[in-house]
């Protein structure tokens, strides 16, 4: 480790900051100190996009670039990346318009403006991502983080699809990669100022090491849970020790027998590799907060968090994960429904933290799995409940069952009573239906301003019915709100 200004590459050169308090965030930077104004504050807790920006980062030797809320970022997590905001891209288009902005312009994609900076970020990133055009979904994916509430989203769309329509204005990546690559050649970061430390390693020996030295240091990965308890809560957080520098903290790798996902990995990267296996998990990933907030959290941020509504932790369980523990040298691994003690009280002990995520393997396993989320909304929405079902079948009885909530009790748990309800027992009807009262036993749910208790317990069971509809009963392909075509305009005619 070495004391150091912060470094990244901005506006085509590096910046280099010192004296300013680790936890300053990179909009508070952008709109206080560089006066780059065109980054806009909305809500300061990664909710509405206002405050939308791109970051870089080398993978593998490429550039990656992804829109993340700045608003909950802190300025040192920058080190090593490049940012760029809503006025790179005046520069890029050689002082008029990017292709991006001009089809904006052409939809009618903006009235008082206050939305527009952020949306132009979004789509700059899916615009550099996806050279050969997007199509209507992918569009929906980019802005789901951003919210406009005086021009209404079809004009959005519209220029999202109509913005490779221009000549291309692209990014010198080279340039960028470069500059990088430059940057990677600076040592750990421990960055000191206004009596607080950052603390930055890069090897997973140096992190755990670090964690051994700084017991109290608060870890952060994507801070999209931690960025909120300092612009909300207004609550200092100490040192901070960063998990985003160590490359193997943020591996995925799959053995014949397990995915092993990095506790680093971010929430897009983890859901992708939970995908592959369990191709039921797609809907929870598109319905995971939004876009931004899975380019900048973290499986591991979602887990060590423990709150009792995290989305991650049903279906996990459910599947029979578990949690890889580093303390120094040693390792041990616990049953996921076992790290969870208490309301937001997890096992790690002082000077430990979270390696990885262990999932079995169910390819060769006939598994029937399922997660399901109730929100008030598609997308950007916390869970009032969340669910999680998986049931072996051995010649038609239930072999084994595994069921897990969000949002019934103080932690993700288990259902032993709707378990014990199901095993041995033929899937069918009423087996559904006196495993989905056998709920009852199990939890007595959160009543809170997300849901009452009374509808909680309600549409759990209604939820396990729902899994036996899918897989046992008529076996019905769910109708899903993605799926549904537009309406025709009216008047529209073949
Ligand atoms: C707008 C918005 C929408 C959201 N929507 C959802 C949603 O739909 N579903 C949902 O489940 N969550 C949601 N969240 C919450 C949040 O995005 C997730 O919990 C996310 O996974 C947190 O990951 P992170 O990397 O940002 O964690 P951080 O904020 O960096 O850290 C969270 C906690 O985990 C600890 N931690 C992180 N990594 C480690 C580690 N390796 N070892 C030990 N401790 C560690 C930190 O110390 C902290 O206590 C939302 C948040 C926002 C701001
Ligand atoms: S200001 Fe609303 S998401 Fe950042
Ligand atoms: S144009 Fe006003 S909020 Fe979007």
Redesign the pocket.
Known sequence: MSHRPIAFHFRGATVEIEGLAPGTTVLQWLREHRRATGTKEGCA???CGACMVVIGELDAGRLRLEAV?AC?QFLPTLDGKALFTVEDLTTLAGGSLHPVQQALVDAHASQCGFCTPGFVMSLWALYENRVAGVDRDQALDAIS?NLCRCTGYRPIVDAALAMHAAPRVTLDRAHVIAALQRLAGLPDLEYTAHGRTFLAPKSLEAFAQARLQHPAA???????????WVTKQLKDIGDVLY?GGVAT?KSIATTGERLEIG??AS?NDAYDALIADHPEWTELKR????LP?RN???????V??G?P????MPGLIALGASVVLRKGAAERELPMEDFYLAYQKTA?EAGE???AVRVPRGRNTPVLFRTYKI?KRYE????AVCAAFALVLEGGRIAQARVAFGGMAATPKRAPACEAALTGQGWNEATAMRAAAALARDYQPLDDLRASAAYRREVAGQMLIRFWHETGGAREAAVRIEDLAPVAAAGARA
């Open positions: 807790e990664g909710d809320n909950i983080g608060r870890i952060v990965a994507g801070s999209t849970d931690v960025g909120l998990t903290l506790a680093a929430l319905r995971f907060a939004s907030i900048a959290g973290t499986l591991g941020g979602n060590a968090n709150s509504i995290g989305d991650s790690l933290f979270l390696r929100a950007q929405d916390i869970s």
